[in-house]
């Protein structure tokens, strides 16, 4: 179906023929632009140079231009549907895909749409006043690009619930604008989503770490027999990966300047020069790794043993795995705790599968910090970044109950609080960061702490514009 953009509310889904739900989603629709007002980007804008969705196909979802935030084309765009799909895994593996909910999955498919639809909008509210300090014209523009794709997120799963769940998927869209990162009383669902971003070297770090526990999210959903979900996420992952590039190269910027004022002062007290000491990054790599860590639940979960083998929700890349997609017999080992000690257990791979998922975020996360390591090492420094061990400042799953060094070595309380300060951000690293936050508003200039994308300032920015393009007209 091709996408009709001519319409109020963007669509490749049959809106106007769908006048039930083109009034449901109408009604939800001042709610979605007043929440956009009150929690989006707080810093006022005339226009700022976006990528907008114009198609599903080719280069259509990538057309660039100046636009005013509010006008931007937020719509429900599915990935184009392949009429002989088949599910690839479970119980119904074969049989065709679903373009209806079964009633016995209704309440599960539900949830794990509310969920995966709370974390969009929580995302804007985190980085509500990070365009107050944005370091070049460059990166805002990022940001709101990053904004707004995370606001059209949430449209791809209020239209979900709106299309597929009836009244109750109706107050689940509006609970979505309800809750609120952060709040006492109606906080988001997940941790990792309560958290503050408050200084753009969190910023890199949630868009490398928490935002990629998105994709991997998106990935399983993308594998689901029920076929509009599929195809959501399907296009969705299309847009993430222009977030992932923001935190992967935002982290390498960061790196690279470091390693710089280090190499060329032949010290590692950078902080006096502007820069981010080595041991901050870290710090602050150690935190969000770990509570994106978190996100991924429990080391073994009988709930999503059940999705995989209702057919809800799959594996990473369910179709490339060389097995019966059943697991039915298999094993994997997992995090533990023996005795109270890290170790490690078998259970079943049914159990295990939130494991699984987590190993193959670990896998990939270990690119980027390869990536920052050569960085360092082209400046010719010794130092290295690493992850920290997965038992590591844990709040969710084997080890939420004890402590444990970023090397693995676990902990009394009282080494634990002794060590703390050494391995997570404190409020003099913080803060020390959030000094370094004045904004570089001037077209072509950064801030101190970063390095200018490579190629700047002819090239290196978006769409093959130079670094100092007026991405972003201020109001
Ligand atoms: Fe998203
Ligand atoms: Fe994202």
């Known amino acids: 179906m091709r996408p009709d953009y001519a319409e109020k509310i963007p669509n490749n889904v049959g809106l106007a023929e769908d006048r039930r739900l083109q009034r449901a989603l109408e009604s939800w629709q001042p709610n979605f632009l007043s929440w956009w007002e009150a929690m989006g980007p707080a810093l006022p804008t005339r226009d700022v140079y976006l990528r907008t969705a114009t198609d599903v196909r080719g280069d259509g979802w990538a057309t660039f231009g100046h636009v005013p935030m509010l006008d931007y084309r937020w719509g429900i765009f599915l990935a184009d549907r392949d009429p002989g799909r088949r599910i690839a895994f479970g119980r119904h593996q074969g049989e065709p895909a679903w373009q209806k909910v079964p009633g016995e999955y209704r309440a599960e498919l539900r949830r794990l749409i509310v969920i995966q639809g709370d974390t969009e909008p929580a995302s804007v509210e985190q980085q509500r006043n990070l365009g107050a300090t944005a370091p070049s014209l460059y990166d805002l523009r990022n940001l709101f690009q990053v904004n707004v794709e995370e606001g059209r997120h949430l449209w791809a799963m209020v239209y979900l619930l709106h299309a597929y769940f009836g009244r109750e998927g109706r107050e689940e869209a509006e609970e979505l604008l309800h809750r609120n990162s952060g709040s006492e009383d109606s906080p988001r669902i997940l941790g990792a989503f309560n958290e503050e971003t408050p200084d ?276």
């Open 200 to 475: 753009w070297l969190s910023f890199f770090m949630f868009t490398y770490f928490t935002d990629r526990d998105g994709k991997y999210q998106l990935g399983t959903l993308k594998e689901s027999a029920f076929d509009p979900l599929s195809r959501t996420c399907e296009f969705m992952l299309k847009e993430e990966a222009h977030h992932m590039m923001v935190g992967t190269t935002g982290i390498d910027r960061v790196v690279e300047r470091t390693a710089q004022v280090m190499a060329e002062n032949d010290t590692d007290d950078v902080a006096a020069r502007g820069a981010i000491p080595l041991p901050v990054i870290q710090k602050y790599l150690n935190f969000h790794y770990s509570v994106s860590l978190d996100l991924f639940g429990g080391e073994t979960s009988t709930n999503v043993a059940n999705y995989y083998t209702a057919g809800l929700k799959g594996r990473w890349l369910e179709e490339r795995r060389k097995d019966d997609h059943q697991l039915t017999g298999d094993a994997i080992m997992v995090d533990a705790l023996n005795d109270g000690q890290i170790s490690q257990a078998e259970v079943s791979a049914l159990a295990g599968l939130n494991t699984d998922l987590r190993r193959e975020y670990t896998a990939d996360c270990a690119g980027g910090v390869k990536r920052w390591n050569r960085i360092l090492e082209a400046a010719g420094l010794p130092h290295r970044l690493y992850l920290p061990h997965s038992a590591f400042n844990r709040r969710v799953g084997a080890f939420a109950g004890i402590e444990a060094s970023p090397a693995g070595e676990q902990l009394t309380a009282a080494e634990w609080a002794a060590g703390r300060g050494q391995w997570l951000p404190t409020d003099t690293d913080k803060a020390f960061v959030r000094s370094l936050m004045h904004p570089v508003r001037e077209r072509g200039k950064i801030a101190a702490w970063v390095a200018p994308p490579r190629g700047a300032p002819r090239g290196g920015g978006i769409n093959d514009q130079p670094f100092d393009y007026d991405y972003v007209h201020l109001a």
